[in-house]
C-alpha cells in the first residue's frame, strides 16, 4: 500500500506488448503520421509560394531546433505533471498549428507553425521513449524498442511519399487538416496510460553527467546519422527535376519500409550480442546510402541509395538507444530519452539548415558528398565501442 504522499510504480510484466503498452503504440502511431505526412509537404509549399530551398531548410531547421530547446524540459514536466497531461499537451500542440497553415504560405507564420510543432514533437517523443522503457521488462528492452520503433517507422512509410502524392491529389490545405486530426485523435489513447513516472525515475538534468555515464558517444553518432536523414527528406524532393516526383516518393517510401524491421531487428539481436556490436555496420550502411545520392539524377542511385539508407538509420536508432540505456540505471530513463531525442532532432535540423546554405554554392552532389562523410566520420567511435 502507498501513502497520499507517494506516486504509484508503474509495474513491469514479462509480457512484452499489453493494453498500455498498446495504446501507446497507438498514439505514437497518429502522432508519427502527422509529423511525416508535412514532413517533405512544407518545404515543398514555401518553394512553391517563392520561398526557394533557404526557406525550405529553415522550415525543417525551426521545428528541429524548437524540438531539441524543449526536450531539455521533458524531463522536469514529466516529473511534476505526469505522463498523461504532458503527453496531451504534446498531441495539441503537434496537431492544432497545421489548421494555421490554411490561412497563408508566409515565411514567418509557417515557421512559427513549424517551431509550435517541434515543441509538440520533443514532449511525444521523450514522453513515449521513457514511457517504453518504463512499462517494457529490462530483459526484452532492445525488442521492446524495435516494436516501438515500428509504430513510429510505418507513419514515416505511409506519411513520407503520401504527403508529396496528396498534394497533387487533394491540395495542401487539406493535407494540413489530415495532419491535424491524425495527431488530435491521440488523445483518447492516453486514458489508461500511468499517470505519473515512477518515484525511481526523478533524473532531470538531462544534461549532467554525460560523459561520465557514457552517454555522449552514442549521442553524437547518432547525431551523425541524423544529420542526412533531414537532409533526405528536405532536399531530395528538390534535387530532382519536378518531373520525376513519383520516383522521389518511391525512393522515400522506400527509405521509411527499409527502416521498421531493421530497427526492430536491430533490438532483437541487441538483445542476444549487445548493441556496440551491431553499431558500425549500420553506420556503413547509412553512410553508403547517403553517398549515394552524389550519382544524382540517376533513379537507381536513388532507390538503392534510400534503402541502404533506411536500413542503417534504422538499425542505429534502435543500437544508439538500446546502448545508452544499457549504460544507466531506473533514475536516468527519462535523461537517456532526452538526450537521444536531442541527438534526432539537433542533426535533422542542423543538417538541413546548413546543407540549405551549402547547397546553394556547390550543388547537390557535393553537398551531398560531404552529407556521406560525416555519417562514415561516426563510424570510427562506433568501431572503438564494440572493441572495448
Not at 506488448?17 to 501507446?24: K, Q, S, V
Not at 511525416?36 to 509560394?49: E, F, G, K, W
Not at 504532458?86 to 507553425?113: D, E, I, K, N
Not at 496528396?166 to 495532419?179: D, E, N, Q, S
Request: charged share 10%.
Amino acid at each position: 500500500m502507498t501513502t497520499a504522499c507517494e506516486i504509484p510504480t508503474v509495474q513491469v510484466t514479462d509480457r512484452l506488448i499489453d493494453a498500455r503498452f498498446g495504446r501507446l503504440l497507438a498514439m505514437v502511431f497518429g502522432s508519427g503520421l502527422s509529423m511525416y505526412l508535412l514532413t517533405s509537404v512544407v518545404p515543398l509549399y514555401l518553394a512553391a509560394n517563392g520561398a526557394g530551398g533557404i526557406g525550405a531548410g529553415l522550415s525543417t531547421a525551426a521545428m528541429m531546433f524548437s524540438a531539441v530547446g524543449v526536450e531539455l524540459l521533458v524531463p522536469r514536466m514529466l516529473a511534476r505533471w505526469g505522463y498523461q497531461v504532458v503527453l496531451g499537451l504534446g498531441l495539441v500542440l503537434l496537431g492544432a498549428p497545421s489548421l494555421l497553415l490554411l490561412a497563408t504560405a508566409s515565411l514567418p507564420v509557417v515557421l512559427t507553425v513549424c517551431i509550435v510543432r517541434g515543441a509538440g514533437l520533443a514532449i511525444l517523443v521523450v514522453g513515449a521513449v521513457a514511457l517504453v522503457a518504463d512499462l517494457t521488462p529490462s530483459t526484452r528492452r532492445g525488442e521492446a524498442l524495435g516494436v516501438y520503433g515500428v509504430a513510429v517507422g510505418v507513419p514515416a512509410v505511409i506519411g513520407l511519399p503520401l504527403g508529396v502524392y496528396l498534394t497533387h491529389v487533394i491540395g495542401f490545405g487539406a493535407l494540413f487538416v489530415l495532419a491535424a486530426v491524425t495527431s488530435l485523435a491521440g488523445l483518447v489513447m492516453l486514458i489508461g496510460l500511468p499517470a505519473k513516472v515512477s518515484t525511481e525515475e526523478q533524473h532531470v538534468q538531462v544534461l549532467g553527467g554525460v560523459r561520465r555515464s557514457g552517454l555522449l558517444m552514442p549521442s553524437l553518432v547518432f547525431a551523425a546519422v541524423t544529420v542526412a536523414a533531414g537532409i533526405s527528406v528536405t532536399f531530395l524532393p528538390l534535387a530532382v527535376a519536378a518531373g520525376k516526383q513519383s520516383m522521389v516518393a518511391t525512393a522515400l517510401l522506400l527509405q521509411a519500409i527499409a527502416a521498421p524491421p531493421a530497427r526492430w531487428l536491430a533490438g532483437r539481436y541487441a538483445d542476444r550480442v549487445g548493441a556496440a556490436k551491431l553499431l558500425a555496420p549500420a553506420l556503413v550502411l547509412a553512410a553508403v546510402g547517403a553517398g549515394s545520392l552524389v550519382f544524382l539524377p540517376s533513379p537507381v542511385a536513388i532507390l538503392i541509395g534510400s534503402t541502404c539508407f533506411g536500413i542503417g538509420f534504422g538499425a542505429a536508432q534502435n543500437l544508439t538507444l538500446t546502448l545508452m540505456y544499457n549504460r544507466v540505471d531506473r533514475s536516468r530513463y527519462g535523461q537517456v530519452s532526452a538526450l537521444w531525442n536531442l541527438a534526432y532532432d539537433g542533426g535533422w535540423g542542423l543538417g538541413a539548415i546548413v546543407f540549405g546554405l551549402v547547397v546553394s554554392g556547390v550543388g547537390f552532389p557535393i553537398a551531398f558528398a560531404l552529407t556521406a562523410a560525416v555519417v562514415a566520420a561516426a563510424v570510427v567511435p562506433a568501431v572503438k565501442a564494440s572493441l572495448a
